[in-house]
């Protein structure tokens, strides 16, 4: 069990990241003793988040995001390049330093950077003393200072819990993390204290004996504001996981819409305050997939309108019981399989009178041209036992000031995925212990 602890003021500043779409400013909202706080969301192309680029156009922005998504999709879908399966070493995503989270590590706390990746368990920092580090403008991180730091060795549990790992001579737990654009990080698997700054209420929540990796070889396309790697995936070794039992399992987030430039900011909750209940709230159960550490559901079908179109597909097999679709808040679109997509594109085109153009980035394949605000059909997704009703916000994106488009995109392999478009005005709910996800409508601009 990992403890929360709630300290005296520290003068430190801490700001995190979801997933890889949302920088999160920690700014602790509310704590208790039974683990329920809040924390701020700032998407990276909010006017707040220090990764705004205030010389890009927003269609620069909306073409970054689209190019984004498609990576993170083709990450999800393809495995010709993964390790041999007798490999020990664990595959995960880079998204080369765009999403930061910054949080503070050891006694006394030393503010890091690190890059927030939903699709990624182990968190790692670069360490010292460091044999191949690539370059930081932060100093590097030196365990030698902290009075909390501590190596795991062979054959604990907690070396063991940890996938891809090997040992010295001296029993000292090594990991190995690869990435798929050749990036990777060795080091020490080890135990360290986390620690989340509030500066709104001047308090702290510290999380010890936190798993951690000690990298001392890293190298690749990672982004000199980053010192590491910061895991909130469900495998069992992410920061989601190891404060499981203490915030009950429980976590929500509302998204605000990304690209309306409005200076407001998302939330994300824990534990008592990540509840979500009242007679709007519709719930699905959290299921397994062929990717362990992701977040699945099932859909079982979509609705253009009145328009019913069962979710079958050719191109993907699902067995019977598991789940059909990632729920990814790194992803800017929603993906599905080619031949389902067809059919639903085809339901849309049928119910607006608009007139069709091209996207001039060429991501985007049903567009239409208007300067107003897009009148679109209701698009229901039917998950089992939840109906998420899906209005133009969450199904169109507006390319260029006279273009929309639809913000759905096929796939001829790999995981279908429920994007953040999708999301946004949605307090979405994860009860990891009773294993359901629930959707609220909600305006997040005032969640």
């Not at 994860?430 to 629930?438: A, V």
Request: proline share 5%.
């Amino acid at each position: 069990m990992v403890a929360i602890l709630v300290n005296h003021p520290l003068p430190i500043a801490m700001a995190l990241a979801l997933s890889v779409a949302y920088l999160l400013h920690f700014s602790l909202v509310q704590a208790d003793r039974n683990g329920g706080f809040s924390v701020k969301l700032i998407h990276r192309n909010s006017p707040l988040s220090p990764l705004h680029n205030p010389s890009e156009t927003p269609s620069q922005r909306v073409t970054n995001a689209l190019q984004r998504s498609i990576n993170r999709a083709n990450f999800f879908g393809s495995t010709s390049l993964l390790p041999s399966s007798n490999d020990p070493e664990s595959t995960i995503i880079s998204d080369k330093g765009e999403y930061l989270m910054k949080i503070s590590i050891g006694t006394p706390p030393v503010e890091i950077s690190g890059v927030a990746d939903t699709a990624s368990d182990l968190t790692w920092i670069q360490c010292m003393p460091c044999r191949n580090c690539y370059k930081q403008k932060a100093p590097l991180y030196d365990p030698k200072n902290s009075n909390t730091y501590k190596v795991v060795f062979r054959p604990s549990s907690q070396c063991q819990s940890v996938s891809g790992t090997s040992c010295s001579d001296e029993d000292i737990c090594y990991y190995k993390r690869f990435y798929r654009d050749g990036s990777y990080s060795n080091g020490v698997v080890s135990t360290e204290t986390i620690t989340f700054n509030s500066t709104s209420l001047g308090q702290t929540i510290s999380l010890p004996q936190i798993i951690i990796g000690c990298g001392q070889n890293n190298s690749g396309l990672f982004n000199e504001d980053g010192s590491g790697m910061i895991g909130l995936s469900r495998g069992s070794m992410s920061l989601i996981s190891q404060m499981d039992s203490s915030i009950d399992g429980k976590f929500s987030y509302c998204l605000v819409p990304a690209f309306s430039q409005l200076n407001s900011s998302s939330k994300m909750s824990f534990g008592n305050n990540a509840v979500v209940s009242d007679a709007t709230v519709v719930s699905t159960p959290l299921l397994s997939g062929d990717l362990k550490s992701y977040y699945f559901i099932k859909l079982e079908a979509m609705s253009v309108g009145r328009k019913r179109l069962q979710y079958n597909s050719t191109l993907m097999t699902i067995a019977p019981g598991r789940g059909n679709i990632i729920v990814d808040s790194g992803t800017t679109l929603t993906m599905l399989p080619k031949d389902f997509y067809d059919r639903l594109e085809l339901t849309v085109t049928k119910a607006i009178r608009l007139k069709r153009v091209k996207d001039a980035s060429r991501y985007l394949s049903l567009c239409y041209k208007t300067k107003s605000t897009i009148t679109a059909p209701i698009i229901t997704a039917h998950f089992t036992g939840a109906d998420v009703k899906l209005k133009a916000s969450n199904t169109f994106i507006r390319v260029s000031m006279d273009v929309v488009c639809f913000a759905f995109k096929p796939i001829t392999q790999g995981n279908a995925i429920f994007g953040n478009m999708a999301q946004t005005n949605f307090l979405i709910g994860y009860d990891l212990k009773k294993e359901f996800l629930s959707f609220k409508p909600t305006d997040c601009t005032k969640h």
